[in-house]
């Protein structure tokens, strides 16, 4: 069959080869690019399904190419050297906006590349940690609910921060957010919800959002909540 197609994504360049390969997030974003968050390589990009096609043609079910494939100019990888938070990448989200946000073992990076922009523009990073008013660094998963608010799942809860709030502290001149958490005071079994693979959470057609934790599933009913 000719069903499915294994893409070797070891030949991502410029990642190292032990932390390349573990794919645990996969964005494919509105400009029809396809994106890879990793464990411990930062997030890849090539340019779109067709560029993976092209690049390995000749890929079986279960089997290795059986020749080198060519290099692409439109592939790119993203690390901590050019602003990410860390290179082990759980969740990628797109807003809107076309931003990119990107939850990551060691705190919330935002992209954005200007539409101004040559093809060949490097996007700009912006990270977010507890310093800049999170509630904790790590982050599992990223849902955005239907007031402009960005939920990102952790170990020590669900935090509630305004996309808003966000792009003001990275545009400026705000410094810090205000970010919301719930916990097991607020009714959930367990703080701590599951991540490191993406999706770890969903939102359904009526605004509901759904994260599993050690304990089970969370639903949370935005709609429900008055702060």
Known sequence: TNAFTNIPVERLQGMEPRTRTDVRAILRRRDGTLWAGTYGGGIAQVGTQAGWQ????????????????????????FSVSEGLA?????????????????????????????????????PRFTTFRREHGLFENLVNQIL????????????RGIHR????????????????????TFGISDGKVSAETNGENQPAGCKTDDGQLWFPTVRGVVMIDPRELKL
């Open 161 to 180: 921060v305004s996309r808003a709030d966000l792009n003001s502290v990275a545009d400026g001149p705000a410094k810090r957010v205000h970010c919301v």
């Open 86 to 122: 860390d290179g082990r990448a759980w969740a990628l989200y797109e807003d809107a906006d076309e931003a990119v946000w990107i939850g990551t073992e060691n705190g919330l990076t935002r992209m954005v590349t200007s539409k101004a922009s040559t093809p060949n523009a490097q």
């Open 54 to 77: 092209q690049l390995w043609p000749e890929i079986k079910v279960g089997q290795a190419p059986a020749k080198p494939a060519a290099e692409a100019s439109d592939l790119k990888v």
């Open 144 to 155: 955005e609910d239907d007031y402009g608010n960005l939920w990102l799942s952790g170990l």
